[in-house]
């Protein structure tokens, strides 16, 4: 057994910046758990499948490979990762899941624009007619033609974004002022910026310019509008800093906000169309019950439904706060088990402090646990099967098995009894019409 003296340095690399210094770090991690020399977790139902990367933003730093391998060490169901606006780190967290012999999703998020709820907030707050939402359990990042352009559209669209909102904050923090290319293209490996690292990148630059701590803590006092005695504060707490970067100039009343109209994001139609077009699952993304958007919790997934919707994220740690947040968890949780719509969970992990993985054995979430790890399953099965063309909702699926209950109860049971090596090792069975026959009456 490998000590952990021997394996920090693994680790670090696993994290490295240099994508060919995690290969090989991945390689070497993945030799030793074959050979079971890495202590790992007993085997559980925890999972988190709702990962940020660096190739978005992730609170610790983690790639793709990092996150593959610390679901694997820590005994998870399942690990999947979700990134805004690209698709860069699926092929990278692909191999590595599948080295590591772990379960796995794939996924993107954006916001788009729903013209039926155009007036009302839905889970993204003030912004009427704006949703977060996802595309979960793409097979690999290369993408067939007709879904090229609408990648592109996405990546370019967050970019000028963020160019815009730099050119609106730098008047305001001036002399601190970004350069794009110089001081935030860095910040990532394949230039997709998000507001947090321009956060990241106006708190460095500051230190950079401001070295005498006294001068810097007047600067941010008359910026963020504060004493010098709470800037002095911040400026000791990075994380708590760059969020009142962010609230004072990123966010709804900041110079650097950039209200958002219906032609600011695709229409849910045209993302989903996308989603499925690459053989994934148009997924809603649900915050808390709270707004008039998800104050009718049937109306918002029927909708959802109708436009292809087909399965529902949680973030729970913000959903069980209060006594109002848990009653709309369990009232959103019931709507889906109703209509037998899958729900995954995550805790997203794109802000320093978040959980790496929720407690679904923890009140008030144990009630739901065998929900949300039968969510992590049919996504897992899901990505195991789309690489013979038969994913969720894929033609097979629609023609083999149309009732919701038993194609959830099907992929469910290949997420169940796979993992991807166990998978390779008899991948030519589906072409055996005898065995599938034996594998979905097994569901009903």
């Known amino acids: 057994m490998i000590s952990k003296d021997e394996l920090k340095p693994l680790e670090q690399e696993l994290n490295s910046p240099d994508r060919a210094i995690r290969k090989n770090a991945q390689s070497e991690l993945a030799a030793l758990f074959r050979n079971r020399q890495i202590p790992t977790e007993s085997a559980s139902i925890l999972h988190n499948m709702h990962c940020h990367t660096i190739y978005s933003y992730n609170g610790y730093g983690f790639t793709p490979s990092f996150i593959a391998y ?71 990042g290369e993408l067939p033609p007709c879904a090229k352009q609408f990648a592109c559209s996405l990546r370019n669209t967050a970019a000028e974004r963020i160019q815009t909102m730099i050119k609106l904050v730098n008047g305001t923090l001036d002399p601190i002022r970004l350069d794009f290319q110089a001081d935030v293209v860095p910040l990532t490996p394949a230039g997709n910026a998000t507001e947090r690292h321009l956060c990241q990148a106006y708190r460095t630059k500051a230190e950079n310019i401001f070295p005498d701590r006294k001068t810097r803590a007047e600067f941010w006092s008359k910026k963020l509008n504060t004493s010098v005695t709470d800037a002095d504060k911040l400026i000791s707490d990075p994380v708590k800093l760059e969020a009142k970067i962010r609230s004072c100039t990123m966010k709804k009343g900041g110079v650097g906000y950039i209200a958002p109209t219906a032609l600011s994001f695709p229409a849910l139609e045209d993302f989903n169309a996308f989603v499925v077009a690459c053989g994934a699952i148009p997924t809603i993304a649900w915050l808390d019950g709270l707004s008039k958007g998800e104050a009718d919790v049937d109306r918002l997934l029927d909708l959802h439904i109708a436009k292809g919707g087909a399965m529902l994220g949680i973030v729970p740690d913000r959903n069980i706060t209060d006594a109002r947040r848990i009653a709309e968890l369990d009232r959103v949780v019931a709507a889906c088990v109703d209509r037998d719509m899958p729900i995954i969970i995550g805790t997203e992990m794109n802000a320093p402090g978040l959980k790496l993985v929720d407690d679904i054995n923890a009140e008030p979430l144990k009630k739901h646990a065998e929900t949300f790890a039968n969510g992590a399953r049919i996504l897992a099965g ?23 209950n038993r194609r959830n109860a099907f992929y469910a049971q290949l997420g169940k009894r796979f993992s991807p090596s166990r998978f390779e090792s008899v991948r030519n069975w589906p072409e055996e019409v005898e065995k599938i026959k034996i594998l979905i009456d097994s569901v009903n």
């Open 70 to 140: 610390l679901a694997r060490k820590s005994g998870h169901l399942s690990a999947g990762i979700i990134d805004f606006d690209v698709l860069d780190a699926v092929d990278e967290f692909k191999s590595c899941a599948e080295q590591f012999d772990i379960n796995y999703s794939c996924g993107i998020e954006t916001r788009v624009f729903v013209k039926e709820l155009a007036d009302v907030a839905i889970n993204s707050p003030g912004e009427p007619g704006i949703a977060y939402h996802l595309g979960l359990g793409f097979s690999n």
């Open 382 to 404: 899901h990505t195991l099967f789309s690489k013979l063309g038969r994913g969720y909702l894929s033609d097979w699926a629609k023609r083999e098995l149309p009732e919701k």
